[in-house]
C-alpha cells in the first residue's frame, strides 16, 4: 500500500472548524483515500472516503488535492467528542483483501 | 442496531492456555477480519475471510487459527498463547470486501498473556 504521512497532533477549540492534513505523494491512480478515527477506548470508526473529488457526508469534509498528494479532512464544527486519533488510509483498486493499512494518525486534541 | 460484538472485552490468561475470542456481526457481511493494536506499531490484520469456509492469512498470522463456519461470526483461536500475543484485538466487517466499503469495528478485546 502507498504510505500517507500526517503529522502527529493537533490541537483545535470546540465549535471551531479543524483541517486535518494528510500527503500522500506516492499515490496511484486506483488508490482511494480513507479516513477512520478511533475514540478513546473504543474501535475504528469509518469517517469518510474519496477518489478525486471532493466530498461531504455528515461527519465531515474530504478535500483532495487535484493532483491527489494531498488531502485533508475537514470537521466543520469540533466538539468534544471529536477528540480522536485520526488515520488517513489509501487503499489500492488491486486484490481481494480489503484489509485497512494504518499508520500512525494525527491525534486531535479539543479545547472546551 | 448494526454491530459487531467480541467477547470478551478483557481478558488475562496465561501462557499455553487455550482460548477463543469470539466475533459475531449482524450486518450479513461477507468479509470478516481481525486486527491487532500496538503501541508503536498500530494495526496489523492478523486474518480475514471473504465468505463461510474462506479464510487466508494476514500480515501477522502466526499463533493464531481463526474459523468462518457461519456468515456472522468469525472467532479467533490462540491454541497457545505467549506473552508476545498481549495487545488489543479488534474484529471487522464489511459488506464485500470492496475497495469502496466501510469496515465496521467490534469494540476490541485485551489480551493479557502471562
Known amino acids: 500500500d502507498a504510505k500517507t504521512t500526517q503529522p502527529n497532533s493537533m490541537e483545535s477549540n470546540e465549535e471551531e472548524p479543524v483541517h486535518l492534513p494528510c500527503n500522500h505523494s506516492?499515490?496511484?491512480?486506483?488508490?482511494?483515500i480513507h479516513w477512520y478515527r478511533q475514540l478513546p477506548s473504543q474501535g475504528p470508526e469509518y469517517v469518510i472516503h474519496?477518489?478525486?473529488s471532493n466530498v461531504n457526508n455528515r461527519m465531515a469534509s474530504l478535500a483532495i488535492a487535484e493532483d491527489r498528494k494531498s488531502s485533508t479532512l475537514i470537521l466543520h464544527r469540533a466538539t468534544l467528542r471529536d477528540a480522536a486519533v485520526y488515520y488517513c488510509?489509501?487503499?489500492?483498486?488491486?486484490?481481494?483483501?480489503?484489509?485497512?493499512?494504518f499508520g500512525k494518525g494525527i491525534t486531535l486534541s479539543v479545547r472546551p | 442496531e448494526a454491530q459487531v460484538t467480541q467477547n470478551p472485552r478483557y481478558l488475562i490468561t496465561v501462557t499455553g492456555k487455550k482460548l477463543t475470542v469470539t466475533c459475531s456481526q449482524n450486518?450479513?457481511?461477507?468479509?470478516m477480519s481481525w486486527y491487532r493494536q500496538d503501541p508503536g506499531l498500530g494495526l496489523r490484520q492478523i486474518y480475514y475471510?471473504?465468505?463461510?469456509?474462506?479464510?487466508d492469512k494476514g500480515d501477522v498470522p502466526e499463533g493464531y487459527k481463526v474459523s468462518r463456519k457461519e456468515k456472522r461470526n468469525f472467532p479467533l483461536i490462540l491454541e497457545s498463547p505467549s506473552p508476545n500475543q498481549t495487545s488489543l484485538y479488534f474484529c471487522?466487517?464489511?459488506?464485500?470486501?470492496?475497495?469502496?466499503?466501510?469496515?465496521?469495528f467490534g469494540p476490541g478485546t485485551r489480551l493479557t498473556v502471562l
Open positions: 471487522a466487517s464489511s459488506s464485500q470486501g470492496l475497495l469502496t466499503d466501510t469496515q465496521y
Open positions: 506516492t499515490i496511484s491512480g486506483t488508490d482511494y
Open positions: 474519496g477518489l478525486t
Open positions: 488510509i489509501l487503499r489500492d483498486r488491486g486484490g481481494a483483501n480489503s484489509k485497512l493499512t
Open positions: 450486518m450479513n457481511h461477507e468479509y
Open positions: 475471510s471473504m465468505n463461510v469456509e474462506v479464510t
